[in-house]
């Protein structure tokens, strides 16, 4: 054999993935498609002088553990702690303050409710118990539904452990807050869409599992440079250990001899050898286009061809000559460092769900918007920012000449939207570069531009992701793994997927194969 372990491609997870199973002292060959590692976190210059993270654009959810043994900061990682974290103005000019304090957003919450900002720190402790039921699952193997729910039982957070499977994102707020604008504020679905869809909290308990690790070591926010820092830093770890990566050379298939993988062939026809290959692909991508039909159980192509992949976005990145002039909190000040959130209420949540599934564009989408430019001038020339809109949602599957037809104007609607808050906008945008599904799939390889591989819902996270049956990283075919996205626990930059993929091959290869 070639290799002990080949991987398809260089996103975090498979150079996470890359530096283990090198370190676990495995011959490892890690392959990309495109010229640079990176995947879904890159650094692109978009414009002359503008670097973006093009996907990706936040450091909040990578594993501590990993961080460490990996010596990101060592290597010369640099995070800008965004505080306030969000900034909310509304259309009548009044504004909410998220901190990383939150006596300080108590305060804030308290100009629109008393209730609420006496609320806000139960609310915290909720989040705070959810992240201690979900946190001994992160490193580890998923859990069934049932063995998560268990694991609760006769415990004083059994009753969080319910509301996380079968309460709503509207439910809960309506339990806490009684301002629809706090309301409107903490209101986020994701995946989940529709604030009434249930199962959609268990997202959030993931990802608060993996921020408050980060964030007690003051290491949550944007990375200087930008998300290719990240990936390139660990693309570094990875050959360091020993791992082999090569970029530009693209995969057309598992290599498959007697039912067992054997290695891949690439697009010019060569097969390198390997006694196993982890794939960093999403699952559809892997199974669908990379590996032959008769290598696979019928049954288990059918639900794969049927995973839920409805979550569509979209990122508008504006080069600016200024900063947004927010009608609500005029002049300079701590409000053009944090996300800014743009959404009047739930109804505003749920009706851009709805829209975009029907497969129109959102006449009001909900926006978040990041300046990282505010906090490192390495990404923006002197005197100019970077501004990313993340604009959810997006209709997805549309065909491409649709899409290229709306492209215009949904720019130009998106810039209208945010000038209605900050009047100058729509002067300050000099260019723009609008990132809908199409090209998230065309850059990433991502299914249906998908950012988390499949949709992070209750039906596909733990033991279900990203089907039951196919959970552990390992899949019914012999010798292939899943090491990305859609696997245990789910997406984001966390590095999670990859760690613990490459246990779980370290731990196989060590029987008799």
Known sequence: ??????????????????????RAGLRVLALEQGPNIGGAATTDELFAGFHFSTCAHSFV?????ILDDMQLVERGLRVFQRDPVQFHPFADDQYLLIWNDPERTRESISRFSRHDADAYASYGDFWRRAAQLFDPYLLAAPPTLGEFLRAAEDTPDALVAHTLVTGTRRQLLDEYFESPRVKASLGTTFDAGSTDNAGGLLYFAYAAALSRRLSERGLAGFPQGGMGTVTRLLGQAAEDAGAEIRVATPVASVHVVEGRVRGVTLVDGTVITARIVLSNADPQRTFVRLVAAEHVPASFLR??????LNAGYLKLHCATTGLPDWRAAPGGGPQHGANVRICESLDDIDRAWSEARAGRMPTSPVLGLVCPSVYDSSVAPAGRHTIS???????????????????????????????????NFPDIVSDTFLHGPPEIEARTGMTRGN??????????????????????????LDGLYLCGSGCHPGGGVTGVPGYNAARTVVRDLNRPV
Request: aromatic content about 10%; proline content about 7%; glycine content about 10%.
């Open 1 to 22: 054999m070639d290799y002990d372990a080949i991987i398809i491609g260089c996103g975090h997870n498979g150079l996470v993935a890359a530096f283990y199973l090198a």
């Open 61 to 65: 959810l990578f594993h501590p553990q």
């Open 303 to 308: 639900s794969v061809r049927g995973l839920r």
């Open 389 to 423: 809109i993340w604009a959810e949602y997006a209709p997805v599957g549309l065909p491409e000449g649709v899409w290229e037809e709306r492209r215009e104007e949904t720019t130009s609607a998106l810039i209208a939207q945010v000038a209605r808050y900050a009047p």
């Open 451 to 476: 950012m988390h591989h499949v949709d992070m819902t209750i039906d596909q996270m733990l033991g279900a992701r990203p089907l039951p049956g196919c959970s552990g990283y390992r899949t019914p």
